[in-house]
């Protein structure tokens, strides 16, 4: 099976232009978070999905960023405009729903989008 | 409400074992255990629930301290391949793995 799929991987890009990141989620996995990792941060979660609904986007550092998720095999994490101090590696993960396979939420994680913002 | 990961950092030599403890000011329902090795992405580990239900790893096991908030991950005769930046997460409210991470504890092991 392919696991969580991202893109770009890598993206450079002026301060000021928007910047839009792509999350494909395992099939069949009905739960969708956007993380951002820092150095000084940490892995920060940004949002969380469950079956395509906006759950919780308190981590959503400001009004620049905006998620969607349109249906269930494709999400899009949004900065506009972008900022330098936005530079960050973001991951997507995806965690199938509580079954007899998976009984625990564990969540699978893309390889992430490496951003920097000049 | 982020959980507290000591020690920060830890250098072991392979065979050595380690402790990494995570520690929360709220009550707990479950502590997750994620590995990243560098450049990767984080991988899943081993959940440990209240009540004492856990999901193991091979020779890392992990204990879960309701009462004291905490939760501890031991490594056990240390391989190379354990190399990595240990997180641990707590759930943040809901039962729905909508997690809260740690900083994360560096572990290097060297030959």
């Known amino acids: 099976d392919a696991g969580v799929i991202q893109s770009p991987r890598h993206e450079v890009t002026e301060m000021g232009q928007e910047v839009t990141l792509r999350c494909k989620p395992i099939?069949?996995?009905?739960?969708l978070f956007w993380y951002r990792q820092t150095m000084m941060r940490g892995l920060e979660l940004l949002i969380y999905f469950n079956n395509n609904v906006p759950i919780d986007d308190s981590g959503m550092p400001e009004d620049r960023f905006s998620a969607k998720m349109p249906n269930a095999s494709f999400s899009t994490l949004k900065i506009q405009p972008s900022e330098p101090r936005d530079s960050a590696v973001y991951f997507c993960a995806s965690s199938p729903p509580r079954d007899g396979r998976f009984p625990y939420n564990e969540q699978f994680f893309g390889p992430g989008t490496r951003l920097t913002v000049l | 409400q982020q959980p507290v990961q000591s020690p920060q950092a830890v250098i072991l030599r392979e065979g050595e074992d380690a402790v990494i403890n995570c520690s929360s000011s709220?009550?707990?329902?479950?502590v997750h255990w994620y590995r990243q090795k560098h450049g990767e992405a984080p991988v899943f580990l081993m959940i440990?629930?209240?009540?004492?239900e856990q999901k193991g790893h091979d020779k890392i096991s992990a204990s879960f301290n309701e009462k004291k908030q905490q939760s501890s991950l031991y490594l056990t005769a240390s391989q190379l391949s354990y190399s990595g930046t240990y997180f641990c997460g707590t759930e943040k409210g809901g039962s729905q793995g909508n997690l809260i991470f740690g900083k994360g504890t560096k572990l290097s092991v060297k030959p």
């Open positions: 099939s069949g996995h009905n739960s």
């Open positions: 440990l629930l209240k009540g004492g």
């Open positions: 709220k009550a707990l329902y479950s």
